[in-house]
């Protein structure tokens, strides 16, 4: 995973609540475990159709309850594969969001209203850190959990979080502990 401080850019505008992960990447094209070649399949159906336009743009807006649904995975992969760094909405489901942040895609969320002016502005700046997110309509918090902002700033992966504890681990290998099961008092 890469780092993320802050992301800016163009804002791509999706006016729609509940889209479910089969919407953002349907089953059809979950046949490889690899992150990348998904983009190309995102919103298939919608696009397909012609129901929706969007641009790669560094910033998605969508509405509340974005990412519902079943917990695939591809569903980040194809959002950052088309070339999206951050989602907006008022609200994500939480296995979505989960699995945004493990992947290095940043779930923000801000108030309806807040969304409408971002939208409406078309462009914005995210700071991670400072939790900004800057826009010509105005600058507007959003929060992101201790532990979810350091693997974000810092670009760490599931892996990239057990190996900061590298050291202790190590440790308790070389100890002999690590040879001995876990101790129960069931008989």
Wanted: proline letters at 5%; a negative charge.
């Amino acid at each position: 995973m890469r780092p993320i401080d802050v992301i800016e850019g163009k804002v791509s505008v999706l006016d729609r609540a509940d889209v479910d992960t089969d919407q953002i990447i349907p089953k059809q094209f979950l046949k490889r475990v690899e992150r990348t070649g998904f983009g190309e399949f995102l919103f298939y159906d919608w696009i397909r159709d012609g129901e929706i336009e969007l641009e790669p743009n560094p910033i998605l807006l969508t509405g509340a309850n974005f990412g519902c649904g079943s917990s695939r995975e591809h569903a980040p992969w194809a959002l950052e594969d088309f070339g999206f760094e951050a989602i907006v909405a008022p609200s994500f489901a939480d296995i979505f969001y989960s699995n945004c942040t493990k992947v290095g895609l940043l779930p923000a969320i801000l108030d309806e209203e807040h969304c409408r002016a971002v939208a409406e502005a078309g462009e914005a700046r995210i700071d991670v850190d400072d939790e900004t997110i800057t826009c010509a309509a105005g600058v507007f918090k959003f929060e992101v959990e201790p532990d979810v902002k350091h693997r974000l700033l810092n670009g760490l992966d599931d892996i990239g979080i057990t190996l900061e504890n590298g050291a202790a681990i190590d440790a308790f290998e070389g100890s002999g502990a690590s040879g001995y099961g876990p101790v129960t008092t069931a008989l």
